[in-house]
């Protein structure tokens, strides 16, 4: 399967730990992208990756979040000191160069619980 | 900043009917309109996309409108079958500025046989 991946699919965790989650995008896809989504609504924008630079950030990002993309390739979401209302699914995607630049493939999501 | 509304936030038809779905946009410097389909715990998959520089594509059953001017497109799924129940995203995004969606708040899509 040469689609986005990302591991876990579920976490559950205590408030107050840490977690860390992983995306493998399409092969070659050069743009990488997190997205959060809560039950019952849109998934909204967290970060993005060109490559291994970290272009923007969203509001939503706080100081307890941080990604990197360290070599271009896989990404790290890492959430520290984890707090109830940040249980929601975690989405990665990944858009490759070329004509088609701006479509984005969604991997299947790491739902987290936070207790 | 930029939203997305998205109307109906249910839809309910019988199998062989057809289901539109509205979305507007704020951002009149958005250029890319995906469409997304969601199943209960599965990620969004792409269905059908449309580019600012085009009005209308079509994908066998699925169409999607874009009316740059009013800032809203719409989704049309013809002859809807019981697989097509999941839940529908529209989005929009300019390239130029990173390429992030912005979503609207989804439409569950209910086909009864």
């Known amino acids: 399967d040469t689609g986005v991946s990302q591991n876990p699919r579920h976490k559950i965790t205590k408030r107050g730990q840490n977690v860390t989650f992983r995306c493998d995008p399409i092969s070659e896809h050069n743009r990488l992208y997190w997205y959060r989504q809560t039950l019952g609504q849109g998934p909204e924008f967290l970060t993005y990756f060109q490559n291994e630079a970290q272009l923007e950030k969203s509001r939503l990002l706080s100081d307890r979040f941080s990604a990197e993309r360290p070599k271009g390739s896989f990404s790290t979401l890492e959430i520290q000191r984890t707090e109830q209302g940040d249980s929601a699914m975690y989405l990665c995607?990944?858009?490759?160069?070329?004509?088609?630049?701006?479509?984005?493939?969604f991997g299947p999501g790491t739902r987290l619980t936070v207790l | 900043g930029e939203n997305v509304e998205q109307h109906p936030s249910t839809l309910s038809v019988q199998e062989g009917d057809s289901a539109v779905i509205k979305c507007t946009y704020s951002?009149?410097?958005?250029?890319?309109f995906p469409w997304y389909k969601q199943e209960l715990g599965k990620g969004p998959q792409l269905i059908i996309d449309i580019r600012s520089n085009v009005g209308e594509k079509k994908d066998q059953r699925i169409a999607v409108t874009l009316n740059k001017t009013a800032k809203h497109f719409s989704l049309h799924i013809t002859e809807t079958q019981p697989e097509d129940s999941a839940v529908y995203f529209c989005a929009a995004s300019n390239w130029n500025q990173g390429g992030k969606l912005i979503f609207g708040q989804g439409t569950e899509l209910s086909v009864k046989p």
């Open positions: 951002d009149s410097a958005s250029n890319y």
């Open positions: 995607a990944s858009s490759q160069r070329g004509i088609e630049q701006d479509t984005q493939y």
